[in-house]
């Protein structure tokens, strides 16, 4: 017998791998009886391989990208058509935008004007009225020249005189019920602490906001809380800020002290003419009586331009406004920004007519004070029921309701 390859083994078993003849060495396809075919599939150890580096199979191969459709390309900045600037010009990204900055600048000018306005010490030494309902704060318009030059002294008729004295008092109540502002005649004949019964406007003269406050409260019997001065110079500069005010004097006025000539009726005018206006008082026969319904016509109409929306829309308007106002004001070294501010609401609404609006009750044109009418008023504020005055104790000369 001869010999058997080696690579056939016993059988015949690998007749398909070796072919019918012993010289048979070259690997061929597998027969039709196999599962595949006679074709082994792609990838199979029996698939003859071409030469070369094998091919890549449908796993291998990265994902084919398509377009999205319906879907525009995004802008990017180095598109050249700057669409991200595009879109941060959108009205909708703008106003907002806008609106911010105008709050913020709102908020910053009254910050900033804090800064340049005078502290001054006015809490009283001694015993005082005892906490009370609400909040009373004193507004004083004082004759101070101070920062006036010569030629505005002159212009102003204000004269060379020195110090403070008040040419205004007026106490003005804010709580539960409606918003009260009363004038003080500064010729009220009152019992000032350490100098005896004279006129009321001595006592800044003789002690300062301390005295005047002081004196006040020992004649009213309100406890003051918050002290809010104004001179001359800041007077002027805020009815020029809003483009000057409306007046309507009854007759005509010519006034050489005060430096005015005036004809009778409704009339626009600037800062110094609105000044003489509120301290003229020698071409009136009830002199101070008049003179205090003057001076509440002319911060009327001052309130009534500040709070219009024009001051609010116009920047350079509010900034004028606001820093004319703090550049000659000194308030209590106890006032706070929000209570200050709360003050210039307060006196608005007062002298826009959605609270009372009078004098202190007088007897007669001698700004002698009527005690019965004066207590009962007084003590309406102390309680903080201020809609309980009535006209009989809250007139705008202080005279008897005829």
Same mark, same amino acid.
């Given at each position: 017998?001869?010999?058997?390859? %080696?690579?056939?083994? !016993? ?5 398909? #791998? ?15 009886? +196999? ?5 082994? /599939? ?11 580096? /094998?091919?890549?199979? %449908? ?60 502290? *001054?010490? @006015? ?9 009370? %309902? ?8 004082? !004759? ?25 008092? $007026? #106490? ?30 001595? @006592?800044?003269?003789?002690?300062? %906001? ?5 004196? #006040?409260? =020992? ?18 500069? $805020? ?17 050489? !002290? ?15 003419? &609105? ?14 009586? +008049?003179?205090? +319904? ?18 609010? #829309? =116009? ?17 209590? !070294? ?11 609401? =307060?006196?608005? &609404? ?9 004098? *202190? /009750?007088? @007897?007669? &044109? ?19 029921? @201020? ?5 009989? *104790? ?9």
């Amino acid at each position: 017998m001869p010999d058997r390859d %080696p690579r056939r083994g !016993d059988g015949d078993d690998y007749d398909w #791998l070796y072919g019918p003849g012993d010289d048979a060495t070259q690997v061929v396809g597998a027969p039709s009886s +196999q599962p595949y075919g006679g074709a082994a /599939p792609y990838g199979s150890p029996y698939q003859q391989q071409p030469p070369g580096p /094998p091919p890549q199979r %449908p796993s291998d191969l990265p994902p084919m990208q398509f377009p999205e459709q319906g879907r525009p390309a995004r802008a990017t900045r180095s598109s050249g058509g700057g669409g991200w600037r595009r879109r941060w010009l959108r009205p909708r990204r703008i106003i907002p935008l806008l609106l911010v900055a105008w709050l913020v600048f709102l908020i910053a000018v009254p910050f900033w004007a804090w800064g340049k306005i005078d502290k *001054v010490d @006015a809490t009283p030494e001694g015993e005082r009225p005892a906490d009370q %309902p609400g909040t009373t704060y004193l507004l004083v318009g004082s !004759d101070s020249r101070e920062g006036l030059t010569a030629a505005q002294r002159k212009e102003l008729a204000t004269g060379d005189a020195e110090g403070r004295r008040t040419d205004t008092i $007026m #106490l003005m109540h804010t709580g539960s019920g409606p918003t009260t502002l009363v004038s003080i005649p500064r010729d009220s004949i009152v019992p000032i602490p350490g100098h005896g019964r004279t006129k009321i406007n001595a @006592a800044y003269a003789y002690g300062g %906001p301390k005295l005047l406050v002081e004196t #006040l409260e =020992n004649t009213t019997g309100l406890r003051i809380d918050d002290y809010v001065e104004i001179g001359f110079g800041g007077f002027v500069n $805020m009815v020029d800020a809003v483009g000057g005010v409306e007046i309507c004097p009854k007759t005509k006025i010519k006034d050489k !002290d005060a430096g005015i000539n005036l004809k009778k009726g409704c009339q626009e005018v600037d800062g110094a003419t &609105a000044l003489g206006y509120a301290r003229s008082r020698h071409t009136y026969a009830t002199q101070d009586l +008049q003179r205090v +319904q003057s001076q509440r016509e002319v911060l009327g109409a001052i309130a009534g331009e500040v709070k219009s929306p024009s001051t609010f #829309l =116009n920047p350079f308007r509010y900034a004028g406004v606001v820093s004319s106002a703090t550049d000659s004001l000194r308030i209590g !070294d106890n006032v706070g920004p929000l209570s200050l501010g709360r003050f210039a609401w =307060n006196l608005s &609404a007062a002298m826009g007519g959605s609270g009372h609006n009078c004098t *202190v /009750p007088i @007897a007669d &044109a001698s700004v002698r004070w009527d005690k019965e009418r004066a207590l009962e008023l007084f003590g309406y504020l102390k309680a903080d029921q @201020a809609d309980k005055i009535t006209k009989a *104790v809250c007139t705008k000369d202080g005279l008897p309701a005829s």
